[in-house]
Each structure stands twice: as C-alpha cells, then as structure tokens.
C-alpha cells in the first residue's frame, strides 16, 4: 500500500507529475487551498502551507509525500511547518522537489536554503529522497518569452553555461521515486540537462528555430537587482535569483549528471527539441 499526497500539484512540475500518476494508475491524492481546482478525476484535499493544522490534516492516511514548496519568502517556515506535520500524521516518505546544489553550509544563499529545507527532513527521522532539478527549460517560454519576442535576452550570466532539464524529465523522475519510494531512500538526485549551453548559445539555436535573430546581451548585476525591484519582487527572493545568477556567470551551473537517464531509462530531453516545440511562444 502506498498512498500518494501531492503538493505543489498546480505549477510546472506538480502539472506534469499529476498527469503521469494518472496515466499509471497511482493511488493519489492532491493538496490544495482551493481543492476544488484538481485536475478532473483527481481528489483534492484541503491543505494550506501555513496552517500547520491544515497541514496534519491533509496528510493523515498517506503513505508517501511529495513536498514542493513555494518560492516565497517565508519558505523555511513553510518548510518546517510542512515537515512538523509530516512527522505527526505518520508519513513513511518524503520525496522532496529541492534544488541542484543543496547545500545547508552553501555560500550560495539558494542552495543553502534548499540545503537548510532537505536537512530539516533528514532530521525529521522520515525516509525521505532528495530530487535535485537545474533551471528549468521552460523558463524560455514562462519568463523569457517577451525579451525574445523581442529580439534581446538580457541576464547577468556573462559566458556561463547551463545544464537546463525539461520539467517533463523531472515529473517523470519524480513518478518513478513515488512508484517504489523505499527502493531510493536515503538517495539525492540531481536532474539536470545532457549538455550545457552558454544564453548565447541557447539564443543561437531559438534564433534558428524561429527564422530570425535573437541576440544576448550581459547586464551588470545591479541593472539586474533593479530591474526586478521595479517588478516588485520581494527583497529576499532577489538575494535568491541574484545567487543563482552567480553560479551561472561563475560557470558552476554546466555540470552535467546520468540521474535522469538512471530513473527513467531514457536521456534528458534536448534544449534543440524543446525549442522547436515551442516556436510559436517566441515568434512577434
């Protein structure tokens, strides 16, 4: 018996992972603060991330949890209060949606908060396993779509590369560790991309697929830091980004990793795919 609860069911990864569960006939569930918005045919249970009697509530009776947290700026209190309620409504397994690089002793303030979220479930004493994704693919479409469009990409990235996964690899990593979650106890797996691309390169091939130019031009960090407090990003979240930023520019982000290959016996899908399924997002 393994019963399945889903957070995060309602952005990128959980879309993907939900529909897969679906397809395989998983015995699962949703959580969500308006649980009449699960997908048809998908039960959804009432669940709010910072109410931690809500929490234990919607957790009681599964068996396996996959976490995915907001990027928000209470996201460690979310964290703990998610974790805390694990513990006390008897959950064997946490299948934790974190970030390549985790770290709690990181410099790099994204990696030691995922680290410092992982290592609250570590030390929860549940079984847990750690999913790892890079960048998103699809952050081309989601938040590049308009400077494409546009003919510039500007990001603070210098020359550095990056190793981008398509969040479809990930969902299906995701189903395979649900499926049979104490066959990867204990494990960490980074998902990741089969090749790495500097913005000029991925600029180099959308501008193939779409028929015209798209060029990337390298802005200073603080151009970038004030660029997104006039979006009205909040402060912390800033600190986050700008930290990634710094492991793309400082080429820390090009690692390349088999995990994805392992779980789901097929390599990564391919920037060059991705792209020419997604023209019509870029083309004016």
Same mark, same amino acid.
């Given at each position: 018996?393994?019963r399945?609860?889903?957070?995060?069911?309602?952005?990128?990864?959980?879309?993907?992972?939900?529909?897969?569960?679906?397809?395989?006939?998983?015995?699962?569930?949703?959580?969500?603060?308006?649980?009449?918005?699960?997908?048809?045919?998908?039960?959804?249970?009432?669940?709010?991330?910072?109410?931690?009697?809500?929490?234990?509530?919607?957790?009681?009776?599964?068996?396996t949890?996959?976490?995915?947290?907001?990027?928000?700026?209470?996201?460690?209190?979310?964290?703990?209060?998610?974790?805390?309620?694990?513990?006390?409504a008897?959950?064997?397994?946490?299948?934790?949606?974190?970030?390549?690089?985790?770290?709690?002793?990181?410099?790099?303030?994204?990696a030691?908060?995922?680290g410092s979220?992982?290592?609250?479930?570590?030390?929860?004493?549940?079984?847990?396993?750690?999913?790892?994704?890079?960048?998103?693919?699809?952050?081309?479409v989601? !938040? $590049?779509? +308009? @400077?494409?469009?546009?003919?510039t990409?500007? /990001?603070?990235?210098?020359?550095? %590369?990056?190793?981008l =996964?398509?969040?479809?690899?990930?969902?299906?990593?995701?189903?395979?560790?649900?499926a049979?979650?104490?066959a990867?106890?204990?494990?960490?797996?980074?998902?990741?991309?089969?090749?790495? !691309? $500097?913005? +000029? @390169?991925?600029?180099?091939?959308?501008?193939? /697929?779409?028929?015209?130019?798209? %060029?990337?031009v390298? =802005?200073?960090?603080?151009?970038?830091?004030?660029?997104?407090?006039g979006?009205?990003?909040?402060?912390?979240?800033?600190?986050?980004?700008?930290?990634?930023?710094?492991v793309?520019k400082?080429?820390?982000? +090009?690692?390349?990793?088999?995990?994805?290959?392992?779980?789901?016996?097929?390599?990564?899908?391919?920037?060059?795919?991705?792209?020419?399924?997604?023209?019509?997002?870029?083309?004016?």
């Open positions: 018996m393994n399945i609860l889903v957070t995060g069911a309602s952005g990128h990864i959980g879309t993907e992972l939900v529909n897969l569960l679906k397809a395989r006939g998983a015995d699962f569930a949703v959580m969500s603060s308006r649980p009449g918005s699960a997908a048809a045919g998908v039960l959804g249970i009432p669940g709010d991330f910072a109410d931690p009697a809500s929490l234990q509530r919607a957790f009681s009776g599964f068996d949890l996959f976490l995915l947290l907001p990027l928000v700026p209470n996201k460690l209190e979310l964290a703990r209060n998610a974790v805390q309620a694990a513990k006390a008897g959950v064997r397994h946490i299948v934790r949606s974190s970030g390549a690089g985790a770290d709690a002793a990181s410099p790099v303030s994204l030691r908060l995922q979220i992982d290592q609250l479930v570590v030390e929860s004493g549940i079984a847990h396993t750690f999913l790892r994704p890079a960048t998103f693919m699809q952050n081309l989601n !938040f $590049s779509a +308009a @400077q494409i469009k546009g003919g990409l500007y /990001a603070p990235h210098g020359d550095g %590369a990056q190793s =996964v398509d969040v479809r690899d990930i969902a299906e990593c995701a189903a395979v560790v649900l049979d979650p104490a990867h106890a204990g494990q960490a797996y980074t998902l990741t991309g089969g090749e790495a !691309f $500097s913005n +000029a @390169q991925q600029m180099a091939l959308v501008s193939r /697929a779409i028929g015209r130019p798209v %060029a990337y390298d =802005v200073p960090e603080a151009a970038a830091v004030e660029a997104m407090q979006m009205g990003v909040p402060a912390p979240l800033i600190g986050w980004f700008m930290s990634l930023n710094h793309v400082q080429g820390w982000a +090009a690692g390349i990793s088999g995990d994805v290959a392992a779980l789901t016996g097929h390599p990564p899908r391919r920037l060059e795919a991705f792209i020419a399924e997604n023209v019509a997002a870029w083309r004016a």
